[in-house]
């Protein structure tokens, strides 16, 4: 299969530190691609590297034939490639539907003259918006919510929430970092089902940031390990839960030792 994103030596820097070091990875079109690696390993940075919030010093990132090195966040969620955060940041005094609306802004074709006048092309506009919005809460079975506060849900809902808000932006590529953080286990089952359900009803390409290996090695194709910066394994989640380097990286030089 394609693939729809590539890095080649992918190289950040913040002073002295290398936080990802020459990076090569290839993200197979609709799949789910894990990023692992104990904290520090750079995992978030090469989210924000991809994303266009850091700019990365060396190295090619390609998706869907455009190179992203230089291009504006803005620009590059235009391209097809949205995100979520380790911290949930949805806008707590909006409602879930408006949260929504944030994330279509940028199929938006009226301006502000469109808007002033109230024309009836803005007018179909801002119906079909709604409309979409009204779609994406019945998708992540939150309808008839969407008047209600971002902040008044509950921890679970607001994680499906944030995602409904990047998927608005109608992505090819969705970065999902840590979408289990902080859930009990029936909750993570449930966004497990969930991600598996995004690309398999969308057919959207997620890479996947996460902590919980339950997670990673239940849903994921491919898995990508990092210890400071650098790759270190690549393969099924059978050969990564196998590889002693990745062990060693996870439980130290001496239990790794004690297990081979």
Partial sequence: MAAILTANNMTKRFGGLVAVDSLNVEIEENSIHSIIGPNGAGKTTIFNCITGFYKAEEGVVLFDNHSLLGLLP??????????????????????????ILVGLHCHLKSGFLGIVLNLSKTQKEEKEAEEEADRLL??????????FLAKNFPYGEQRRLEIARALAARPKLLLLD???AGMNPSETQAMMDFIQHLRDELGITIILIEHQMRVVMGISEIVTVLDYGKKIAEGTPGEIQKNPDVIEAYLGRGSAAEIR
């Fill in 74 to 99: 803005d620009r590059i969620v235009y391209l097809g490639i949205s995100r979520t955060y380790q911290n949930i940041r949805l806008f707590p005094n909006l409602t879930a539907k408006e949260n």
């Fill in 138 to 147: 019945a998708f992540i079975n939150m309808s008839g919510k969407g008047d």
């Fill in 178 to 180: 840590e979408p289990t």
